[in-house]
């Protein structure tokens, strides 16, 4: 063996202590990181459980308070259905009473009701059709 002077042991020592240190910084930092994670995972957990929690006490009542909003909509759209026809006819009625009693001819009656302003040409086209009375 070759002999070792205390400068050079020295110098192995300064080395050795280095190494360990930054072995020991590393080691710190990947614990940090570690520690780090486990936090964030915990805070994610506590949020999904909070968010499972709220949705949990969602109760009956808002269910029931829900659909029978979405019932009356529905009500409210049907009646307006009904409505909008119910005018409809009466609107029919008022055209057509006056002439049912009347010996005339329903597309002579009807027509210029249903005909645009100034156009004509259904009215025209009815009554020169071949076997067309008209009183």
Not at 31 to 46: C, G
Not at 66 to 94: C, G, P, W
Not at 107 to 117: A, E
Request: with cysteine.
């Amino acid at each position: 063996m070759l002999p070792v002077d205390s400068m050079q042991l020295g110098h192995v020592k300064e080395e050795l202590l280095k190494l360990t240190k930054k072995e020991i910084m590393a080691q710190r930092r990947l614990d940090r990181r570690a520690e780090e994670t486990e936090q964030n995972n915990s805070r994610l957990s506590v949020m999904a459980q909070r968010g499972q929690d709220r949705k949990a006490e969602e109760t009956e009542e808002k269910i029931n308070s829900r659909l029978s909003a979405m019932v009356q909509h529905a009500r409210d759209r049907r009646l307006n259905v009904i409505t909008i026809r119910y005018k409809l006819f009466m609107q029919l009625e008022l055209i057509f009473t006056p002439n049912l009693f009347r010996r005339e001819c329903w597309v002579c009656v009807s027509l210029p009701h249903f005909s645009l302003p100034g156009n004509d040409a259904l009215f025209d086209i009815a009554r020169a059709t071949p076997g067309h009375v008209c009183m």
